[in-house]
């Protein structure tokens, strides 16, 4: 057994540049994990700055000074945050308002639906009604008594006090983000080692698929939102913000986010308009956006990314969700691509996809 784990550490551990990327990978991750709610307004901010990095970059390439780049772009940068809290957030929170106290009224027609279906189909039975019934009851009751102990006086407090601090914290870190880049890097330089070549090919790789994935799931979510919400709009649906911004977030969640937001839509709309022309020609829309983002948007704003095999995505999505929720959920797919990045450059004495090459060559 001792001989076994000597001729894998060989293998993975005997250069020293492994090592140093193993260190720097446990380190990086247990000050998230331990840290992640504190420093949670610093990482916010690491992300947008970025983001903005680029648009940067690019003044710069049209001759534009650093300083004044990011001034530009950094206020750009609060007046779109002020829009959001000030111009989308209530909104949103209206419509939640409106929403809650109907939540009781569509449960009701929905009971009468479930009732007449004994009537229409044969196969079904008033006891399996009954049952489903009382089983979904339950679940809107358990439901609501969660969302009225999470919008106590105390939670709201805590909600705006949070608002308020990142309304403070966020411009302000992300503007010496980007004003003071290379002060930083180099800052944080002088403590690694001088010879990172391992560390620096994985990085290289990382920020290419990092900055790719980040902005193209940032232009999705808002171009699938906003379309969505036009959709919504000429038909008169109700509630069209709260639900075309739903629709805009569950792109983070690949396979599984379409597939869960597509209930609340739907039931809004047959409870308004029941199994109607409107109802049908509603879904219908609807599905043919998802269709136009799974198969014209997001090969276009994803096309410099590394493809994922599925199951390494959801299981990305697993781990990372429950790791750091909401952040890990978006960035499970970038994470995956962390680890694929890794074990492409970690030194190996044997070539072990030479078998695998073979074996597809084969069939």
């Known amino acids: 057994m001792l001989e076994i784990f000597k001729v894998w550490y060989n293998r993975y551990f005997s250069d020293p540049q492994a090592v140093i990327l193993l260190v720097l990978l446990v380190v990086g991750f247990t000050i998230v994990l331990t840290m992640g709610d504190m420093l949670a307004p610093v990482l916010a901010s690491l992300v947008i700055a970025y983001l903005l990095e680029s648009i940067v970059q690019k003044m710069k390439h049209m001759g534009a000074r650093r300083r004044n780049a990011v001034i530009l772009v950094w206020l750009v940068f609060v007046a779109f945050l002020i829009f959001l809290v000030f111009g989308m957030l209530p909104l949103l929170s209206a419509q939640v308002a409106q929403f809650i106290p109907e939540v009781t009224a569509y449960w009701q027609n929905a009971q009468v639906y479930l009732a007449t279906l004994p009537e229409k189909y044969s196969f079904i039975s008033a006891e399996q009604i009954q049952a489903i019934s009382t089983d979904l009851g339950q679940l809107i009751s358990t439901a609501g008594k969660n969302i009225l102990n999470s919008v106590s006086l105390a939670s709201i407090t805590t909600g705006v006090i949070t608002i308020i601090v990142y309304m403070i914290l966020l411009p302000l870190l992300v503007f010496f983000f980007l004003k003071?880049?290379?002060?930083?890097?180099?800052?944080?330089?002088?403590?690694?080692?001088?010879?990172?070549?391992?560390?620096?090919?994985?990085?290289?790789?990382?920020?290419?698929?990092?900055?790719?994935?980040?902005?193209?799931?940032?232009?999705?979510?808002?171009?699938?939102?906003?379309?969505?919400?036009?959709?919504?709009?000429?038909?008169?649906?109700?509630?069209?913000?709260?639900?075309?911004?739903?629709?805009?977030?569950?792109?983070?969640?690949?396979?599984?986010?379409a597939t869960v937001v597509t209930l609340p839509v739907a039931a809004v709309a047959f409870f308004q308009w029941g199994l109607s022309a409107e109802f049908y020609w509603l879904v219908i829309a609807y599905l043919i956006v998802q269709a136009l983002d799974g198969n014209l948007l997001v090969p276009w704003l994803f096309s410099n990314v590394v493809n994922v095999h599925p199951i390494a995505i959801i299981i990305s999505i697993l781990v990372f969700g429950g790791l750091w929720g909401f952040w890990g959920v978006f960035f499970a797919i970038p994470l995956a691509t962390l680890v694929n990045a890794l074990l492409n450059a970690w030194p190996r004495t044997i070539d072990r996809d030479k078998p695998a090459e073979a074996a597809v060559a084969a069939e």
Request: glycine share 8%.
């Open 180 to 257: 003071d880049k290379w002060k930083i890097i180099n800052w944080f330089g002088a403590f690694l080692p001088n010879n990172l070549t391992l560390a620096t090919q994985v990085w290289v790789e990382m920020d290419k698929q990092l900055g790719n994935y980040i902005r193209g799931k940032f232009w999705e979510i808002l171009i699938v939102g906003v379309v969505t919400y036009i959709v919504f709009a000429l038909f008169g649906l109700k509630y069209s913000i709260l639900l075309a911004v739903l629709v805009g977030l569950s792109v983070i969640i690949p396979y599984i986010g």
